[in-house]
């Protein structure tokens, strides 16, 4: 059944070239005045099952992929990391909540202080953020339309993934996703 779906959904995600950024896509650094916290926004309104994402974006980093002009050949997979999901999780609400897609978090934090509060010690680690999709395989495929954002995606040296989605009804996206990465460090 799964196999049936990442074949109807997948096949495999190519990017798609565009002149200019999409304006969705969250810039490393967020200028600009932050709204209020969306209303109703909801722990445990999921978009999509971690098996289901992981499927997603390993069989994508099975393919390779074209990122801006450089080629990504076939990565390794990756496996689900539960201190990733808890990064994300908590990044994802803080999106949703300042109603803006950036890297930063509502207390200053960044990825790796994020992932590095859940207990992972990390030798790299990158993360991604879409808003206003509801599916993964759309999700994924606006990913691999920016050339960093999909450089993060098939990264060859990271071994750990946590994709978070959710929905927060009144927010100004609706739809949050949350992308972490990372290697330990050895």
């Known amino acids: 059944m799964l196999r049936g779906y990442i074949m109807k959904h997948l096949r495999p995600l190519q990017p798609q070239t565009r002149s ?7 810039p490393l650094v967020l200028w600009g005045a932050l709204a209020a916290a969306p209303a109703g926004a909801a722990l445990d309104d999921s978009l999509a099952e971690p098996t289901e994402v992981l499927a997603l974006v390993n069989a994508q980093r099975a393919a390779g992929a074209t990122c801006g002009d450089e080629t990504m050949p076939p990565a390794p997979p990756l496996q ?18 300042l109603a803006a897609l950036t890297h ?18 990390w030798g790299g680690v990158a993360e991604n953020v879409a808003g206003g999709y509801r599916g993964a395989a759309d999700t994924l495929r606006l990913w691999l339309r920016s050339p960093s954002h999909c450089r993060t995606l098939m990264g060859p040296r990271y071994r750990h993934v946590a994709v978070v989605g959710r929905h927060f009804p009144g927010s100004r996206l609706g739809h949050y996703w949350v992308m972490v990465v990372a290697r330990p460090m050895r």
């Open 20 to 26: 200019r950024a999409a304006p969705w896509l969250a």
């Open 104 to 121: 930063i978090g509502s207390d200053g934090s960044s990825v790796g202080a994020r992932v590095w509060r859940h207990g992972y010690v």
């Open 80 to 97: 689900w990391h539960a201190a990733m999901e808890q990064a994300a999780a908590d990044h994802v609400q803080d999106v949703a909540a």
